[in-house]
């Protein structure tokens, strides 16, 4: 069974967007619109999104108009996005709506992925909800080097250090790579987190 990965960017003081919902400031890093191999978790063979992430993917490239452009991030995995409401879905990708509590979904999430990883591409409350459920193995950051004044949060719970354990920081182009393995609640601080980690870009 392969392992649940929290893995987006963040600007340095937090936020995955900005108050407008936009990530044209990631775009504006060096690199920002052409990431680096190793900012991706290349292990991954179920993507789950949010319908606010969703949405923007769908708009930010007008991709019903041209669904063709689905496939240069998504591929042909099946993406799993959380809404209660009805969406397009672009033509020929293979997107999965659901709903509910992400204990009740995660059976079928894991039955798509087989042995592969689970990429939880965002946003940040669905993360947390993954992390709620002890669902989450790993959070990977792609730090930029840009401060916002607002907008969607990384992660809006508290989490105490006890439950995560740093297991890589590199520099990747102008981005800080963070890696850290999630423990579960209540672990000892010096016992070994229920599942494998390891470095960016290394399975994932």
């Keep these: 069974m392969g392992r649940i990965v929290f893995d987006t960017a963040t600007s340095i003081n937090g936020w995955i967007a900005d108050e407008d919902n936009s990530l044209a400031w990631l775009f504006a890093v060096e690199n920002g ?4 191999d190793e900012l991706f978790p290349s292990g ?3 993507l789950v999104e949010g319908s606010t992430t969703y ?3 769908l708009a930010e490239q007008d991709i019903l108009a041209h669904p063709e452009k689905w496939r240069e991030f998504h591929g042909e ?3 799993f996005v959380f809404t209660t409401r009805d969406l397009p879905v672009p033509a020929g ?8 509590a992400v204990a009740d979904v995660l059976p079928e999430i894991r039955r798509a992925a087989g042995d592969g990883d689970i990429w939880v591409v965002g946003g940040g409350d669905l993360a947390g909800q993954f992390l709620d459920a002890g669902a989450l193995d790993e959070i990977a950051l792609s730090v930029a080097p840009v401060a916002l004044t607002g907008g969607a949060p990384l ?3 508290r989490v105490e250090s006890d439950r995560l354990r740093l297991v890589s920081a590199t520099a990747v182009g102008q981005f800080a790579r963070l890696v850290y393995a999630v423990r579960a609640a209540g672990s000892e601080a010096t016992g070994e987190h229920d599942g ?7 399975a994932p």
């Design 196 to 202: 494998s980690a390891g470095p960016a870009g290394q």
């Design 44 to 46: 991954a063979a179920v």
């Design 55 to 57: 949405e923007w993917i």
């Design 77 to 79: 995995k099946p993406t």
């Design 155 to 157: 992660l809006p719970r």
């Design 33 to 36: 619109e052409t990431p680096d």
């Design 93 to 100: 990708a293979d997107v999965r709506f659901v709903s509910g």
